[in-house]
T-cell receptor
C-alpha cells in the first residue's frame, strides 16, 4: 500500500492563478480530509468527505473547492490563489467517518503564492 | 466548542533527559478521542497514539508514555531518555463524538517543538 499520496510536493503560484492539489489513498478509506498548516496554528480543517459524492466544509473553507467522484481521490482546488493561501497542505484519510477514527496523513504539499 | 492547548511552544533538552509535553483540551462531548502526532524535520505527520475518553489507563510504548487525566482535561506525553531522533514538532489533537454534521474532524493544538541536543 502506498497509503496517502499527494502531488505536487511543492508549488509556486502567482496571485490569481488556479491550481489543483491532488490526493489519493489506496486503503479503501471512507473518510478523507484536507488541512492546512500555518506557523503557530497547528492544522486546520478545510474540507472533508465522508464518502464518494459527499463533501462538506471545515473550519477554513473559503477560497477552496473539493469534489469526490471516487473513493480513492479527493482533489483540492484553489480557485484564485491569494498570498494568504501560502501554507503547507495535508490530505488525510480514515477508515471510518465517525469521530475517533485514526487519520493517516499524506506527505504534504508546500504552496507559495506570490 | 472544542479546543486543544499546547502551552509549550518550544522545549530544548539534552540527550537522555526525560521530557513531558503538555496537552490540555476542552470539549462538552461525553465521548471523545485524543491523539498525538509527530512531525519530524522531514515534514510528514506520523500517528503516535489514539485514546478514547472512557479509557484512562496510562499507555507506555518503549520510551514513550501517555498520561490521560479526565479530571484535569489533560493528555500529556512523556519521552524517557530522549534521543536526537526525537527532535520534532508534536501535535495533540481532539475528535468529538458523532452528532449531526459532527464527523471525524480533528482539532489540533498549535504544537510543541522539541529539540534534543547531543
Amino acid at each position: 500500500n502506498a497509503g496517502v499520496t499527494q502531488t505536487p510536493k511543492f508549488q509556486v503560484l502567482k496571485t490569481g492563478q488556479s491550481m489543483t492539489l491532488q490526493c489519493a489513498q489506496d486503503m479503501n478509506h471512507e473518510y478523507m480530509s484536507w488541512y492546512r498548516q500555518d506557523p503557530g496554528m497547528g492544522l486546520r480543517l478545510i474540507h472533508y468527505s465522508v464518502g464518494a459524492g459527499i463533501t462538506d466544509q471545515g473550519e477554513v473553507p473559503n477560497g477552496y473547492n473539493v469534489s469526490r467522484s471516487t473513493t480513492e481521490d479527493f482533489p483540492l482546488r484553489l480557485l484564485s490563489a491569494a498570498p494568504s493561501q501560502t501554507s503547507v497542505y495535508f490530505c488525510a484519510s480514515s477508515y471510518s467517518a465517525a469521530a475517533g477514527g485514526t487519520q493517516y496523513f499524506g506527505p504534504g504539499t508546500r504552496l507559495l503564492v506570490l | 466548542a472544542q479546543k486543544v492547548t499546547q502551552a509549550q511552544t518550544e522545549i530544548s533538552v539534552v540527550e537522555k533527559e526525560d521530557v513531558t509535553l503538555d496537552c490540555v483540551y476542552e470539549t462538552r462531548d461525553t465521548t471523545y478521542y485524543l491523539f498525538w502526532y509527530k512531525q519530524p524535520p522531514s515534514g510528514e505527520l506520523v500517528f503516535l497514539i489514539r485514546r478514547n475518553s472512557f479509557d484512562e489507563q496510562n499507555e507506555i510504548s518503549g520510551r514513550y508514555s501517555w498520561n490521560f487525566q479526565k479530571s484535569t482535561s489533560s493528555f500529556n506525553f512523556t519521552i524517557t531518555a530522549s534521543q536526537v531522533v526525537d527532535s520534532a514538532v508534536y501535535f495533540c489533537a481532539l475528535s468529538g463524538s458523532p452528532r449531526p454534521g459532527g464527523y471525524n474532524k480533528l482539532i489540533f493544538g498549535a504544537g510543541t517543538r522539541l529539540a534534543v541536543h547531543p
